[in-house]
């Protein structure tokens, strides 16, 4: 995998094992998964420790630093495991699982392409990682990276819906990191008018 999250160069699919039935090939992508998302639980618990560490007062600087560490390498063995395992599966499966965004949130990215949900929810927390390593550029490159994951995930080019709000309230995070209030509070607002016409939006589906 490069440093930005999913390997530039296309992974094998990994298909089912030589005389292993349906029910068996889906039960080993179900651990996989599995495996997958305690990763990245793994990743947002030490991610929001950092974030305690910086804004606390008796806690030292490189006790952030520590669990920015600890969120990269558990980021990093969740991403292998999204190459090795799932990447490729999840169509063969024929599954339609949502994966968790930033945070927790249930976003609803799953559906028409489990792999894409997943690659998503592995982006956000690495820009949340490189934010927090005040690598700003680097994390709105990845917030794009996202976000392009979540429309594949979605079946959809649209610009609006969760994945929009997922998309903006972590653009205003970044922002509001590095000093643009005035910015921070555009996209904090796209987030939260997303969220209210995205019930609107499905009704008319």
């Known amino acids: 995998a490069d440093g930005d999250g999913a390997a530039a160069a296309p992974a094998a699919v990994a298909m089912p094992e030589s ?16 495996q997958f998302r305690m990763h990245l639980y793994r990743a947002k618990v030490a991610l929001a420790g950092g974030r305690e560490s910086h804004g606390g007062a008796t806690m030292a600087v490189d006790a952030a630093h520590q669990q920015q ?6 980021l990093k063995g969740g ?8 990447r490729g599966r999840g169509r063969l499966m024929a ?21 894409g949900a997943q690659n998503a929810s592995a982006l956000y927390l690495k820009a949340d990682l490189e934010n927090q390593r005040s690598n700003h550029a680097k994390s709105i ?10 429309d594949r995930a979605a079946g959809t080019s649209e610009t609006g819906g969760d ?6 309230h972590n653009l205003a995070c970044v922002h509001q990191s590095t000093g643009k209030v ?19 939006r499905d009704a008319l589906r």
């Open 19 to 34: 005389g292993e039935d349906g029910a068996a090939a889906a039960e080993r992508y179900a651990r996989g998964e599995f």
């Open 69 to 74: 560490r600890l969120a990269k390498k558990e």
């Open 79 to 86: 991403l292998e495991i999204f190459q090795h395992k799932l």
């Open 95 to 115: 599954r339609g699982a949502t994966c968790d965004a930033l945070d927790g949130s249930n976003v609803g990215l799953g559906g028409a392409d489990d792999e």
């Open 141 to 150: 490159k990845l917030l794009t990276e996202a976000r392009h994951a979540a």
């Open 163 to 168: 994945a929009a709000a997922v998309y903006h």
């Open 182 to 200: 005035h910015l921070a509070l555009h996209h904090y607002a796209r987030a939260i008018q997303e969220c209210g016409a995205a019930p609107a």
